[in-house]
Every structure is written in structure tokens, then in C-alpha cells.
């Protein structure tokens, strides 16, 4: 049987910490030659607790962030309060944590959950996302294959959708 306490010893001893602050300030064109302010704040922080556990998190607050990589759950704007009124520019806030195990020298299975979740008060037609996955990765010297479940829900107004779908990769790294 293989030592497993040899093979988790020094995978990860030389990682450090990590925290990553962000800002970003931009500008949507609108009718009429005026510009609203894209606007967000992030962090992001990767913790090694030992050289086999570390734990990966961000979170984000902002407005107008659809162009983003989708923040706000790919809105803008949420319903007007009348017919003839203006959109309200939608507020949104997120974030994602996850848990890695690396169990043993190119092995690494994991899982975390992270919601996107815009301001009520903007009034948004899709009100919240959450997603949950699990993975493992194992890379055998230049080669890595993964494999992935992630379950998706959105909540709309009137109702919600879930669905789950299977990832699988491979690969090679330099």
C-alpha cells in the first residue's frame, strides 16, 4: 500500500496565499448621446490551508454589468415601473466558493457553489442564479483530463429552471 502521507507532503508547500482586489469603471452609450456608468468592486482570495486543502473564493458588487461576462445574469436593465417609464440599471452582486483536495501528486477533486444575485428593488426579470459543481482533474506528467457536474438554477419572476450538465476534457500542458 502507498504511503498517502509521503505523496500529500510538499504538493503544495510552496503556494502562498493569494488576494486579489478589483475595480472596474466603464461606460454603456445610450439614445439620445447620453452614457450611464458601468461600475463594480471584486476580490478574489485563494487560501492553501495545507499542501492536499486550499479554499478559492470571490465575490463582486457593481451596476450595468451584463457586458461582463454576463454579471446581473445577463440584464441590464429591470422592468420599468409603468409602461412609458425608464428601465431602472440594475444593481447586482455575486460571489463563488470552492474547497480543492489534492489527495495525491497530479490528483485534485474539488467542488463549490456561487449565486448571482440582482437588487430586488431594480426590479430584474431573472432574480437570482445558483450554481453547485464537483470536479477532478488528474494530470499524469504533461497530460490532464477533468471531468465536471454543475447544476444551474435560475429563479424568473413567475418561475424557475434548473438543469445539470456533464463536463469532460482533456488535454496537455507545457
Same mark, same amino acid.
Given at each position: 500500500?502507498?504511503?498517502?502521507?509521503? &505523496?500529500?507532503? &510538499?504538493?503544495?508547500?510552496?503556494? %502562498?496565499?493569494?488576494?486579489?482586489?478589483?475595480?472596474?469603471?466603464?461606460?454603456?452609450?445610450?439614445?439620445?448621446?447620453? =452614457?450611464?456608468? $458601468?461600475?463594480?468592486?471584486?476580490?478574489?482570495?485563494?487560501?492553501? @490551508?495545507?499542501?492536499?486543502? /486550499? +479554499?478559492?473564493? /470571490?465575490? #463582486?458588487?457593481?451596476? @450595468?454589468?451584463?457586458?461582463?461576462?454576463?454579471?446581473? +445574469?445577463?440584464?441590464?436593465?429591470?422592468?420599468?415601473?409603468?409602461?412609458? %417609464?425608464? %428601465?431602472?440599471?440594475?444593481?447586482?452582486?455575486? &460571489?463563488?466558493?470552492?474547497? =480543492?483536495?489534492?489527495?495525491?501528486?497530479?490528483?485534485? +477533486?474539488?467542488?463549490?457553489?456561487?449565486?448571482?444575485?440582482?437588487?430586488?428593488?431594480?426590479?430584474?426579470?431573472?432574480?437570482?442564479?445558483? %450554481?453547485?459543481?464537483?470536479?477532478?482533474?488528474?494530470?499524469?506528467?504533461?497530460?490532464?483530463?477533468?471531468?465536471? #457536474?454543475?447544476?444551474?438554477?435560475?429563479? #424568473?419572476?413567475?418561475? $424557475?429552471? $434548473?438543469?445539470?450538465?456533464?463536463?469532460?476534457?482533456? &488535454?496537455?500542458?507545457?
Amino acid at each position: 500500500m502507498r504511503d498517502l502521507s509521503r &505523496g500529500l507532503q &510538499g504538493i503544495a508547500d510552496d503556494r %502562498a496565499a493569494e488576494v486579489g482586489v478589483g475595480v472596474h469603471r466603464g461606460w454603456l452609450a445610450t439614445p439620445g448621446d447620453s =452614457n450611464l456608468t $458601468s461600475e463594480a468592486v471584486s476580490v478574489d482570495v485563494v487560501l492553501p @490551508l495545507a499542501g492536499w486543502l /486550499e +479554499i478559492r473564493g /470571490e465575490a #463582486y458588487r457593481g451596476r @450595468l454589468l451584463r457586458g461582463l461576462g454576463g454579471g446581473g +445574469i445577463g440584464q441590464n436593465f429591470g422592468a420599468a415601473a409603468s409602461a412609458g %417609464a425608464p %428601465a431602472p440599471v440594475l444593481r447586482d452582486r455575486g &460571489g463563488w466558493a470552492q474547497l =480543492n483536495l489534492r489527495p495525491g501528486a497530479g490528483v485534485t +477533486i474539488g467542488g463549490g457553489c456561487g449565486v448571482d444575485d440582482p437588487e430586488d428593488a431594480d426590479r430584474p426579470l431573472r432574480l437570482r442564479n445558483r %450554481a453547485c459543481e464537483g470536479h477532478a482533474i488528474w494530470r499524469p506528467g504533461a497530460l490532464v483530463f477533468g471531468v465536471e #457536474y454543475r447544476r444551474l438554477t435560475t429563479d #424568473y419572476v413567475a418561475d $424557475s429552471f $434548473s438543469d445539470g450538465d456533464v463536463n469532460v476534457g482533456a &488535454g496537455f500542458e507545457f
